[in-house]
């Protein structure tokens, strides 16, 4: 029930983004898309890509194991860093996260040329955090679902990865602007 709640609410936000990318930009809801694909083929072209899941959820594990593509239309790539460890991580358990993410669409080779956005560095920015799998509410919708997924196959909090995310699994308030980014995540369970 939730997942396709949250389906219905990405189609609808989607609808409604499509009406406002196509009426500011000139540029069809296509041909953004279309773009977006071309700059997450740009920065993969550079990395070593799998397109499985390994059976044995055994990840290779480091700065040079490969992108995962961990859903099934390409919208979401997992780098992991770490693993993670503890106990699994629950439905509706809060989690808190600290992030680093790159724009896509400027990446021409090299992420030291990108300037990123994030709470990573800034210890004196709140910490962000949502509700694992509970897209009903706001705080956990807003951030949208890829930053969710390496969770999902991980299964551990203290976890690090890298994350392509494509637009439609990005941020709620900034899927009209059709742009990949990569983060750079840590997850962390709760301290209450």
Not at 151 to 178: A, D, H, M, P, R
Request: proline content about 5%.
């Amino acid at each position: 029930m939730l997942k396709t709640t949250r389906h219905i609410y990405l189609l609808i936000i989607s609808a409604i983004s499509l009406l406002a990318v196509s009426c500011e930009s000139g540029r069809s809801y296509a041909e953004l898309l279309q773009t977006e694909n071309q700059a997450v083929n740009r920065f993969l072209a550079d990395q070593k890509v799998v397109a499985d899941i390994p059976a044995d959820s055994v990840f290779e594990v480091g700065p040079d194991a490969p992108y995962y593509q961990i859903d099934s239309e390409g919208n979401v790539y997992m780098q992991v860093l770490a693993v993670g460890s503890g106990d699994d991580v629950k439905d509706d358990q809060l989690v808190y996260f600290r992030f680093l993410r790159y724009n896509l669409n400027f990446y021409s080779g090299s992420l030291a040329a990108l300037t990123p956005e994030g709470n990573e560095n800034d210890l004196t920015q709140a910490p962000t955090s949502f509700r694992y799998q509970n897209f009903t509410l706001p705080s956990s919708s807003e951030w949208g679902s890829g930053l969710q997924l390496p969770l999902t196959f991980l299964k551990k909090l203290n976890c690090e990865v890298n994350v392509v995310v494509k637009s439609q699994y990005g941020w709620s308030s900034e899927i009209s602007y059709v742009q990949p980014y990569l983060y750079h995540v840590r997850y962390y369970p709760s301290r209450i």
